[in-house]
């Protein structure tokens, strides 16, 4: 194996590209059956959620508008700080609209329990949340989540866009860290 393989760092996979792409689809089937008729604005949260972003956008058959923003929690580590920093703002104003989160995780919950109310006091029709995995073990707050992908145990994983130190983002699978890399 080549010595910067990525694939030595990881111990076990979670979801296959394969398993991922079927997810994205089910959840993308979910939305236009529950938006039907309607214009969403779907909000992607950089940088874990662009991978899902962009697959889900272009399995969705409304009409779709797409606006980013940034937020942090995660410093470089594995642990939530809890405390969110907006990064980049959305440059809509979401006055009457239906907006949909969308994320590559729930974690603690935290950044999206900020993000939501966040959004929310800016005056949309409706915020609804669908994020590709959830650890239901980690919560730390309830948050309600309309559309999630997949349940997942409480390892930190990366890949399909989640990052440990800004990292392994690339993959097109999501799978767990190796421990010789956390040391
Ligand atoms: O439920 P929580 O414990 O709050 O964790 C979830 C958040 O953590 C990650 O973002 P991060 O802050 O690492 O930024 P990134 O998307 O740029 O990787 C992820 O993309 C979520 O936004
Ligand atoms: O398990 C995780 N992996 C990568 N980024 C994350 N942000 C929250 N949880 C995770």
Same mark, same amino acid.
């Given at each position: 194996?080549?010595?910067?393989? !990525?694939? $030595?760092? #990881?111990?076990?996979? #979670?979801?296959?590209?394969?398993?991922?792409?079927?997810?994205?689809?089910? #959840?993308?089937?979910?939305?236009?059956?529950?938006?039907?008729?309607r214009d969403l604005l779907?909000?992607? =949260?950089?940088?874990?959620?662009?991978?899902?972003? %962009?697959?889900? =956008?272009? *399995? /969705?058959?409304?009409?779709?508008t797409?606006?980013?923003? %940034?937020?942090? @929690?995660?410093?470089? $580590?594995?642990? @939530?700080?809890? !405390? !969110?920093?907006? /990064?980049?703002? +959305?440059?809509t104003d979401l006055m009457g609209k239906d907006v949909?989160? !969308?994320?590559?995780?729930?974690? @603690?919950?935290?950044? /999206?329990?900020? /993000? +939501?109310?966040?959004l929310r006091s800016r005056g949309p029709a409706s915020v609804?949340?669908? %994020? +590709? +995995?959830?650890?239901? *073990? %980690?919560?730390?707050?309830?948050?309600?989540?309309?559309? =999630?992908?997949?349940?997942? &145990?409480?390892?930190?994983? =990366?890949?399909?866009?989640?990052?440990?130190?800004?990292?392994?983002?690339? #993959?097109?699978?999501?799978?767990?860290?190796? &421990?010789?890399?956390?040391?």
């Amino acid at each position: 194996m080549d010595a910067n393989d !990525v694939t $030595g760092d #990881l111990e076990h996979v #979670l979801l296959t590209k394969e398993e991922i792409q079927q997810v994205v689809k089910d #959840l993308a089937a979910q939305i236009d059956r529950d938006y039907a008729g309607r214009d969403l604005l779907v909000v992607g =949260v950089l940088k874990g959620a662009v991978m899902i972003m %962009a697959d889900l =956008v272009r *399995e /969705l058959h409304s009409h779709v508008t797409m606006d980013w923003m %940034a937020v942090s @929690s995660y410093g470089s $580590g594995t642990q @939530s700080s809890g !405390v !969110v920093r907006i /990064l980049k703002d +959305l440059d809509t104003d979401l006055m009457g609209k239906d907006v949909l989160i !969308v994320e590559d995780i729930i974690d @603690s919950g935290l950044t /999206l329990s900020w /993000l +939501l109310s966040n959004l929310r006091s800016r005056g949309p029709a409706s915020v609804e949340i669908c %994020a +590709l +995995l959830r650890k239901p *073990e %980690a919560a730390k707050v309830e948050i309600d989540v309309k559309y =999630v992908g997949r349940d997942i &145990p409480n390892e930190f994983v =990366v890949g399909y866009g989640l990052d440990f130190a800004e990292k392994y983002r690339n #993959l097109d699978f999501v799978g767990t860290l190796a &421990p010789h890399v956390y040391a």
